[in-house]
């Protein structure tokens, strides 16, 4: 999958209603309902496959992975160009939809999902954070933090202090009024990933974001995703940068839209 402008990742202006409350579909590989956060997936891919195209020029970019991403989990995906990394990421957080197969995200099953209910769960759950920031320029730090916390039924002044605050914790509280063109590659890639927290997401995902960085700011960069680590979330990384994918305990490498070896190194 190519890159999603910001517009994509965005929560649409459905209707009034906070996106909270969506009835969980299935919860368990048993059908019936859990609250057991530690031991059911986060995030789940069954039986998915991804064409483009159709006819001669049809391309499978993803055929027929299944994958499970605990709570806890930090992962790296890895493997050669065109094997089908950004497309696996790229549905499992709800950014696009397979041809074929089942994703289920905190026990709902995604691909069941209208465009919009699917958008609120990807508000709701999924932080994503891409190689090209995809910063709004017009707006500075502060507000392109804020467009994750809009149709949440959040005050102005609560959004601009949560937003805030997340900027703080990457370091960039005293930038907040700094349009992106005014930031260094650095700085803009930690106000995208402020604006990937302030949802206080259960799921990170990450496509090379360390990608456009220089090694001391993919650095400063990386060890602000390996702070995020917790019991209860997950933290998936598509890189190419051996570095990133040591910091990762379970490594996922994919060839020709398959995925190869998934292994853990604790
Ligand atoms: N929108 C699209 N239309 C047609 N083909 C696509 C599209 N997006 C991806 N593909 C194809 O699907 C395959 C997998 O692409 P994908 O972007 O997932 O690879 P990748 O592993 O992320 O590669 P890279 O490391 O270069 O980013 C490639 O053959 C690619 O050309
Ligand atoms: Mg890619």
């Not at 900027?167 to 990933?193: I, M």
């Not at 960085?213 to 997950?234: I, Y």
Request: glycine share 10%.
């Amino acid at each position: 999958m190519a890159d999603v402008p910001p517009d994509e990742i965005r929560v649409p202006a459905t209707d009034d209603t906070p996106p909270y409350g969506i009835p969980a579909v299935v919860a368990s590989s048993h059908g019936e309902p859990s609250s057991d956060v530690g031991t059911e997936p986060l995030l789940e891919l069954v039986g998915v496959s991804r064409r483009y195209g159709s006819g001669a020029a049809e391309v499978t970019a993803l055929d027929d992975v299944s994958l499970a991403i605990m709570p806890g989990d930090f992962v790296s995906i890895m493997g050669p160009s065109g094997s089908g990394k950004s497309t696996m990421l790229g549905l499992l957080g709800c950014l696009d939809v397979p041809t074929e197969g089942t994703i289920r995200v905190g026990g709902h099953v995604v691909t069941a999902m209208d465009d919009a209910e699917r958008s609120r769960v990807r508000g709701r759950e999924i932080g994503f954070v891409f190689q090209q920031f995809h910063l709004i320029p017009h707006l500075d730090a502060l507000g392109n933090v804020e467009t994750a916390l809009l149709y949440r039924g959040l005050s102005a002044k609560e959004r601009r202090t949560r937003a805030l605050e997340s900027l703080e914790r990457v370091g960039l509280g005293h930038r907040h009024d700094h349009r992106p063109v005014q930031l260094s590659g650095g700085e803009q890639q930690r106000v995208a990933l402020a604006r990937a927290l302030v949802t206080e997401p259960k799921i990170v995902l990450g496509d090379e974001p360390t990608g456009a960085l220089d090694s001391k700011n993919a650095e400063l960069v990386m060890g602000l995703f390996t702070s995020l680590q917790s019991h209860e979330r997950a933290i998936v990384l598509v890189t190419h940068d051996p570095n990133v994918g040591e910091m990762a305990e379970r490594h996922v490498r994919m060839r020709d839209g398959r995925i190869v070896t998934d292994t853990r190194t604790s």
